[in-house]
């Protein structure tokens, strides 16, 4: 417990730190309706699983698996969505398609489809978030020789308000983010 948090081992030798809010994993979340917040885990063989359940009343009991398998991916939430973009799939992917892909996983429903446009640049280990109803794609690991840190000095931004015109790319500062990746991402039950 530090600052407020409380730390979950994932099971694949690494863990995922949560505001104490959270409830333990073996609660039952559908039943308190306080419960905002769930999680939910990727495992290497793509099982996706929550390890806190939203609201069984709003959310779907049993999330489809990932296939294939992907990892070094950006994850994020976005509304009753998990949006999955970049990372390297587990099968011959000789085109690089994943690293330009996105995945999103509906939360209602547990099913998966690909997002029709793909990214510019391969992301492997991005970051993610959304501003303004847009999904930012950050930086993801490059071989530039001219890279300082073998981070991307990009990020690709997707409009949900204007779907068609796909993905944008931006210069941002050169940093060292796409170091850390994540399989865990944490769902705010609305």
């Given at each position: 417990?530090?600052?407020?948090l409380r730390t979950?081992?994932?099971?694949l030798?690494?863990?995922?730190?949560?505001?104490?809010?959270?409830?333990?994993?073996?609660?039952?979340?559908?039943?308190?309706?306080e419960?905002?917040?769930g999680?939910i885990?990727?495992?290497?063989?793509?099982?996706?699983d929550w390890?806190?359940?939203?609201?069984?009343?709003?959310?779907?009991?049993?999330l489809?698996?990932?296939?294939?398998?992907?990892?070094?991916?950006?994850?994020m939430?976005?509304?009753?969505?998990?949006?999955?973009?970049?990372?390297?799939?587990?099968r011959?992917?000789?085109?690089h398609?994943?690293?330009k892909?996105?995945?999103?996983l509906?939360?209602?429903?547990?099913?998966?489809?690909?997002?029709?446009?793909?990214?510019e640049?391969p992301?492997?280990?991005?970051q993610?978030?959304v501003?303004?109803?847009?999904?930012?794609v950050?930086?993801?690991?490059?071989?530039?020789?001219?890279?300082k840190?073998?981070?991307?000095a990009t990020?690709?931004v997707?409009?949900?308000?204007?779907?068609t015109?796909?993905?944008?790319t931006e210069d941002?500062?050169?940093?060292?983010?796409?170091?850390?990746?994540?399989?865990?991402?944490?769902?705010n039950?609305?």
């Amino acid at each position: 417990n530090h600052c407020g948090l409380r730390t979950f081992s994932t099971g694949l030798g690494s863990s995922v730190s949560v505001p104490e809010s959270l409830p333990n994993s073996t609660s039952d979340p559908s039943q308190d309706e306080e419960n905002h917040l769930g999680l939910i885990t990727i495992s290497k063989s793509g099982i996706v699983d929550w390890d806190i359940r939203c609201p069984k009343n709003k959310y779907s009991f049993s999330l489809s698996n990932l296939h294939p398998a992907i990892k070094y991916y950006g994850v994020m939430q976005v509304g009753g969505e998990a949006w999955f973009c970049g990372g390297i799939a587990s099968r011959n992917d000789e085109k690089h398609d994943q690293s330009k892909t996105c995945w999103i996983l509906n939360m209602w429903d547990g099913q998966w489809r690909a997002l029709d446009h793909k990214m510019e640049h391969p992301r492997i280990k991005p970051q993610m978030f959304v501003k303004d109803n847009k999904v930012i794609v950050r930086s993801g690991t490059t071989s530039d020789i001219h890279s300082k840190t073998g981070c991307r000095a990009t990020q690709e931004v997707y409009d949900r308000e204007n779907p068609t015109l796909g993905w944008s790319t931006e210069d941002i500062e050169e940093n060292n983010i796409c170091t850390r990746s994540s399989q865990n991402v944490i769902i705010n039950c609305q």
